[in-house]
């Protein structure tokens, strides 16, 4: 993105008018180059609204992050695990560059914020629609001893993590899907893509991507394939994007922090209250086949327990939905 863009997305954030003169003289260009500026920030999904006479705006606004805010806001217990903190403006994927940093050196308390991502990933490859000042896209790196063995069951523990991180914030009732979801009245509002890197039997990291719909546009959210919602709908009002990132690195860090002595055993209970498919018919879809049974809790080193025929077995891999609900 090009320093005027930049210029101009912290001139129009405040959503009030600004005159095409204003902006020009701001970025040292005509009138009518402001104009080409502004279709430029159209292109990245922002609404831009003229008027003439009254110039340009952003109906109410965008808030930008703030790095100092940030830092400012966190608890005693998490700003001295934030390592180091990059807010970039446009990027491919935030796990994409934590990743970069962990395989040059320990990466731990790295953060990664962007405004919007050109090439977002969830689960399994699939697009994280990424609109550009709407919602939260952040990863984190975190090293361990142990190799894959301390990881186990540490996506469901990040997912607790939000669910906190949400609740702090004063919009309760969110619920978690195996492995890796955070859903509001069976609407996905939260997703989390754990990458690991280094020695899977000595020490390794993991990068904890997080991607958080704060305030997504419909015509944004029609490219999503499944049902979604935001925390603005969920709570009925608007949600600083910076009180959310806040929230999140308070509950985040720590908890990246202890993992290693404390495991997901230490989670587990709170994971399986907020267990948004326990006792309904689910399908868990694996790579080879899929498995029908009845959703009953997890283990304490995160696998899924379904009741298969009246027996309780433990699966490792796979993603599930409820039965018949495709």
């Not at 003229?50 to 110039?55: A, S």
């Not at 790295?110 to 939260?136: D, H, I, K, M």
């Not at 069976?186 to 991507?209: H, N, R, S």
């Given at each position: 993105?090009?320093?005027?863009?930049?210029?101009?997305?912290?001139?129009?954030a405040?959503?009030?008018?600004?005159?095409?003169?204003?902006?020009?003289?701001?970025?040292?260009?005509?009138?009518?180059?402001v104009?080409?500026?502004?279709?430029?920030?159209?292109?990245?999904?922002?609404?831009?609204?003229?008027?003439?006479?009254?110039?340009?705006c952003?109906?109410?606004?965008?808030?930008?992050?703030?790095?100092?805010?940030?830092?400012?806001?966190?608890?005693?217990?998490?700003?001295?695990?934030?390592?180091r903190?990059?807010?970039?403006?446009?990027?491919?994927?935030?796990?994409?560059?934590?990743?970069?940093?962990?395989?040059?050196a320990?990466?731990?308390?790295?953060?990664?914020?962007?405004?919007?991502?050109?090439?977002?990933?969830?689960?399994r490859g699939?697009?994280?629609?990424?609109?550009?000042?709407?919602?939260?896209?952040?990863?984190?790196?975190?090293?361990?001893?142990?190799?894959?063995?301390?990881?186990?069951?540490?996506?469901?523990?990040?997912?607790?993590?939000?669910?906190?991180a949400?609740?702090?914030?004063?919009?309760?009732?969110?619920?978690?899907k195996w492995?890796?979801?955070?859903?509001?009245?069976?609407?996905?509002?939260?997703?989390?893509?754990?990458?690991?890197?280094?020695?899977?039997?000595?020490?390794?990291?993991?990068?904890?991507?997080?991607?958080?719909?704060?305030d997504?546009?419909?015509?944004?959210?029609?490219?999503?394939?499944?049902?979604?919602?935001?925390?603005?709908?969920v709570?009925?009002q608007?949600?600083?994007?910076?009180?959310?990132?806040?929230?999140?690195?308070?509950?985040?860090?720590p908890?990246?922090?202890?993992?290693?002595?404390?495991?997901?055993?230490?989670?587990?209970?709170?994971?399986q209250?907020?267990?948004?498919?326990?006792?309904?018919?689910?399908?868990?879809?694996?790579?080879?086949?899929?498995?029908s049974?009845?959703?009953?809790?997890?283990?304490?080193?995160?696998a899924?327990?379904?009741?298969?025929?009246?027996?309780?077995?433990?699966?490792?891999?796979?993603?599930?939905?409820?039965?018949?609900?495709?």
């Amino acid at each position: 993105m090009s320093d005027s863009s930049v210029k101009l997305i912290d001139a129009l954030a405040d959503g009030q008018f600004h005159s095409g003169e204003e902006l020009g003289a701001l970025l040292g260009i005509s009138r009518t180059a402001v104009w080409k500026q502004v279709q430029k920030l159209v292109e990245l999904g922002l609404e831009v609204d003229k008027i003439k006479g009254r110039g340009y705006c952003v109906p109410g606004g965008i808030e930008l992050f703030s790095g100092e805010r940030i830092r400012s806001d966190l608890l005693p217990a998490a700003e001295p695990l934030l390592a180091r903190l990059d807010i970039l403006t446009t990027t491919d994927s935030t796990n994409s560059v934590v990743r970069q940093l962990a395989e040059e050196a320990d990466a731990s308390g790295c953060v990664v914020l962007a405004e919007q991502q050109t090439a977002g990933r969830g689960r399994r490859g699939r697009q994280w629609v990424s609109p550009f000042a709407r919602n939260l896209y952040l990863s984190v790196a975190w090293g361990f001893e142990g190799g894959a063995a301390a990881l186990e069951g540490l996506s469901l523990a990040v997912g607790v993590a939000v669910k906190r991180a949400v609740a702090s914030l004063g919009i309760s009732g969110a619920q978690l899907k195996w492995p890796n979801d955070i859903l509001f009245n069976g609407k996905k509002v939260a997703g989390i893509l754990l990458e690991m890197i280094g020695d899977p039997a000595g020490f390794c990291q993991v990068v904890v991507g997080i991607g958080i719909n704060i305030d997504m546009p419909e015509s944004k959210g029609a490219d999503i394939d499944q049902s979604w919602t935001d925390l603005r709908r969920v709570s009925g009002q608007s949600v600083s994007r910076n009180q959310v990132v806040v929230a999140l690195l308070n509950e985040l860090l720590p908890m990246l922090a202890s993992y290693q002595k404390k495991g997901f055993c230490h989670y587990r209970e709170e994971w399986q209250g907020s267990d948004a498919f326990r006792g309904q018919p689910v399908e868990l879809v694996m790579a080879k086949n899929s498995i029908s049974g009845i959703a009953n809790g997890v283990s304490e080193t995160g696998a899924i327990g379904l009741l298969v025929e009246g027996e309780q077995r433990y699966f490792n891999g796979g993603e599930i939905s409820l039965r018949g609900a495709q």
